[in-house]
């Protein structure tokens, strides 16, 4: 793990004495701002897997069935 310097540590202190309503909140904006760091490798993986789906419907491998019978299904599913 790197080491925090001092303004860092300082934030952190200030950050973690906050209520926990306040944190979660900064949490999520800190974390929705790594979504803009684009990871090609997992951008790739995504590609690769909705082509590979898309190749499925398109052969009759994978049917495709309306939101409100899927769902249906998994209801059903979760009550047995």
């Known amino acids: 793990m790197l080491a925090m310097n001092t303004r860092l540590l300082e934030i952190t202190e200030t950050v973690l004495a906050l209520p926990i309503d306040e944190r979660a909140i ?29 190749e499925d419907i398109k052969t009759g491998k994978a049917v495709v069935v309306d939101g409100n019978e899927g769902l249906d299904r998994v209801r059903k599913a979760l009550q047995k």
């Open 26 to 54: 900064l949490a999520d904006r800190l974390f929705e701002s790594l979504d803009n760091v684009p990871d090609h490798a997992i951008q790739d993986a995504w590609t690769r897997l909705a082509v590979r789906r898309i």
